[in-house]
């Protein structure tokens, strides 16, 4: 416990394994279900780490399976989940930044822009401000479309709104529609809020804050944020035509819709996919030739710091200098004009490296516990997992208790793992007083 104290670091994990177990104990009992029966303890511990993760992956029919207990109980884990790891982080950078040195103090302040500096309490109500302000307009535009063009009830609107506004904006996918989201594919007003939330929630508050700050001079932005910022763009930009053309002509996904539906559908998946988990269309029936996108934007996720999981993008993006530059031959990785440091080199290469390590082991252990499964089912539902997306093919409701308690572990390992290992990396750094004689091994 004094180790403990001594890296608060370390707590982040335990903190989030204490809610998780309490949210399994009161979704267990008989009057969180609309059976009124126990429910299984894997059932319950899945939900529970799903809510807390922030995934929203389920393996029952979540609107028919708990009733509005456990609804409310899956929404209190999820905005718990959501402000634990933005809390969480916020405390994490700011530990960090003051136990690396005054050097390294800067080069981390420099780069967080907002984390780096200033009280923490005025930090942590800015950003419980900024979700809670950015549900609440979410929440009225969504119930003001239900209650006025769906025939509504105030009540059932405003619940129906509340729910799924904090699951989007948490990047969480529980749905109080059995399927999804897809009856609002076409609709602007409901499913562009969503879409739209999400995406703020996946940037991260580093470079959302000093987006919004700094927004009329972008060259001044820091390397993080112009990764992030600009990253997150060109892959929904992309991610959305590339589901376009994949899906114009298929009839089971979006090839009935009209040339704007189309749109709207696509770029509400694709900001919805990266993390966020919810079906605007239904994941299961689209053509194979989309899964592998599908796989690539959930693994890359968002940004850091944010409710999103993945790699992150700053993280995908740098390693994309790292290779650009090597393949130029030229000695430094240059992002916007600033040199990026080496030891950011290594870490992002460390956290890619053992992502795919994980997910790739993950993927190997689901095909051999289930039998006739597609492999790129596996491996799309334990991206999913890992990534804290919370997109499934149908895989996970259909798998045994083992491998419903390994996608358990990947959501916790997903949404944990990242924030621990990247903490860990930096309190770990140290300077070494001799280095040893060089060599270059043959590479390739």
Do not use: C
Request: aromatic residues 10%.
């Amino acid at each position: 416990m004094r180790r403990l104290l001594r890296r608060p670091v370390r707590l982040v994990p335990f903190g989030f394994l204490a809610v998780i177990l309490l949210g399994t104990g009161l979704l267990m009992l008989p009057w969180a279900t609309s059976h009124h029966r126990f429910t299984p303890f894997v059932t319950a511990l899945f939900t529970a780490t799903s809510a807390v993760s922030v995934t929203g992956m389920a393996i029952n029919d979540t609107p028919n399976y708990w009733n509005d207990f456990g609804l409310a109980m899956i929404t209190v884990l999820t905005q718990v989940g959501g402000i634990g790891i933005l809390t969480g982080a916020a405390l994490v950078i700011l530990v960090v930044s003051r136990r690396l040195g005054l050097r390294n103090r800067l080069l981390v302040q420099a780069e967080t822009a907002e984390y780096g500096v200033g009280d923490v309490r005025w930090l942590l109500a800015r950003i419980a401000a900024t979700v809670f302000a950015t549900e609440a307009v979410m929440m009225a535009v969504i119930a003001s479309r239900l209650w006025l063009s769906y025939d509504y009830s105030l009540g059932r609107a405003l619940w129906y709104a509340a729910f799924h506004s904090i699951q989007a904006f948490n990047n969480a996918g529980f749905a109080l529609y059995s399927d999804g989201l897809v009856g609002f594919s076409r609709d602007p007003f409901v499913a562009l809020p969503l879409g739209l939330g999400a995406i703020i929630g996946g940037l991260g508050f580093p470079a959302l804050f000093e987006a919004v700050r700094d927004w009329r001079r972008p060259g001044h932005w820091a390397v993080a944020t112009k990764l992030t910022i600009w990253g997150s763009v060109a892959l929904i930009l992309f991610g959305s035509a590339a589901l376009l053309l994949n899906e114009w002509r298929n009839p089971a996904t979006v090839g009935t819709f009209g040339v704007p539906g189309k749109v709207l559908a696509s770029f509400t998946q694709i900001a919805l996919s990266r993390t966020g988990g919810f079906d605007v269309i239904h994941v299961a029936r689209l053509g194979e030739e989309s899964f592998p996108l599908l796989i690539v934007l959930m693994f890359i996720g968002g940004g850091s710091a944010s409710t999103a999981g993945g790699i992150k993008v700053s993280t995908f993006f740098l390693l994309a200098f790292v290779i650009w530059a090597e393949l130029r031959g030229e000695a430094d990785v240059t992002v916007g004009g600033r040199r990026v440091a080496t030891a950011s080199q290594r870490q992002a290469l460390t956290v890619a490296l053992l992502s795919v390590a994980v997910v790739v082991a993950g993927t190997v252990v689901v095909i051999v516990l289930t039998e006739h499964v597609r492999y790129y089912a596996a491996l799309f539902d334990v991206t999913s997992a890992f990534s804290t997306t919370g997109l499934t093919t149908g895989l996970a409701a259909e798998l045994k208790p083992p491998g419903q308690y390994l996608l358990t572990a990947l959501m916790y390992i997903g949404r944990v793992g990242p924030l621990t290992l990247g903490s860990a990396i930096a309190l770990n750094t140290r300077r070494r007083l001799y280095r040893y004689p060089e060599e270059q091994p043959i590479v390739g």
